[in-house]
């Protein structure tokens, strides 16, 4: 018996270890034809973010939507998702606040999640800054070149899970908000846990995908071009597009000190690119099958279909 534990507990380590989900595979080199996956993320974190969600759901050409938890519109996020039950809803696992003045921090509490805590007691900006000393005190605050500590990452993951499984929720997959979560340092934490609910991470090729994105601007009519653009010079293959649509309202334009009123109008420019009938007509023509995260995973196997 003691040997056994032993072992369980070294494959424990591996697990935990790993950089690499053990359901990845490499896009497919035979693919005979070309699937897209539309994700859309940062839903929750404004009521124009939600707006934009359940526009692309019903008439637009989203498969794929990312919830962030710790949103402060998340109860409405899940509404809305609860209503569509073609989309793959995921968690959009969050450890940074990137905006300013708008700010979230951890459904754990600073006392719990101390090495997560910036001084203002919200998440910091990110947490891989160099030169702080250039920048003004009030930004300076809130980053940090120092990781946070692994396991206060791992019990704000799960307690964001949780969350979600409160509000009803069907999780479908997990994702990292900007990056965090899947970052070198910290990404065996995710991958753990994702094993644990069996669900998959679509993120880094991991799904066999290659991701792949257009320029966005302030104008619509530019977005939308080189939106079609980019689903023209699409080969054969599985590729994954992430968007981050929002209403331009007063609401989202206030979220940012610095960029808020231009980010405003190119969250905009997306949500018509996604409600396009260009881009759908685009679709058709070129025979573009359009699929979910769902599509791609067998939840009862938990692997890859």
């Known amino acids: 018996m003691v040997g056994l534990l032993v072992l369980l507990s070294l494959l424990a380590d591996v697990v935990s270890a790993q950089s690499t989900p053990a359901w990845a595979r490499s896009p497919d080199s035979t693919a005979q034809r070309i699937r897209v ?16 969600f359940q526009q692309a759901a019903q008439s637009g050409i989203l498969t794929s939507a990312s919830l962030m938890p710790v949103g402060p519109w998340f109860a409405e996020a899940a509404r809305i998702a609860r209503g569509q039950p073609r989309l793959s809803i995921g968690l959009h696992l969050t450890i940074t606040s990137e ?29 891989w800054t160099r030169n702080l000393r250039d920048l003004p005190a009030e930004l300076r605050a809130i980053r940090t070149d120092q990781m946070p500590e692994v396991a206060e990452v791992a019990a704000e993951m799960r307690a964001q899970v949780a969350f979600a499984h409160r509000q009803g929720l069907r999780i479908d997959y997990l994702d990292c908000h900007m990056g965090a979560t899947c970052l070198p340092a910290l990404r065996s934490a995710m991958i753990t846990l994702a094993a644990e609910l069996c669900l998959p991470i679509p993120e880094h090729g991991w799904m066999g995908d290659t991701e792949v994105g257009f320029r966005v601007t302030e104008s619509a009519d530019t977005t939308i071009a080189n939106f079609r653009a980019l689903l023209d010079s699409l080969r054969p293959g599985l ?7 929002a209403a331009n309202t007063e609401e989202l334009r206030a979220a940012d000190s610095v960029d808020g009123e231009s980010e405003a109008r190119k969250r905009q420019a997306i949500l018509d690119a996604l409600l396009s009938p260009e881009i759908a007509t685009v679709i058709r023509r070129r025979d573009i099958q359009l699929v979910s995260v769902g599509d791609l995973w067998d939840q009862r196997a938990c692997r890859l279909r």
Do not use: C, E, M, Q
């Open 37 to 52: 996956l539309i994700r859309g993320d940062d839903f929750g974190y404004t009521h124009a973010s939600n707006t934009a």
């Open 239 to 245: 590729y994954r597009v992430v968007v981050h649509p």
């Open 99 to 127: 905006w300013h003045p708008l700010r979230w921090g951890p459904l754990l509490g600073a006392d719990r999640v101390p090495s997560l805590v910036s001084p203002d007691g919200f998440f910091y900006k990110n947490y």
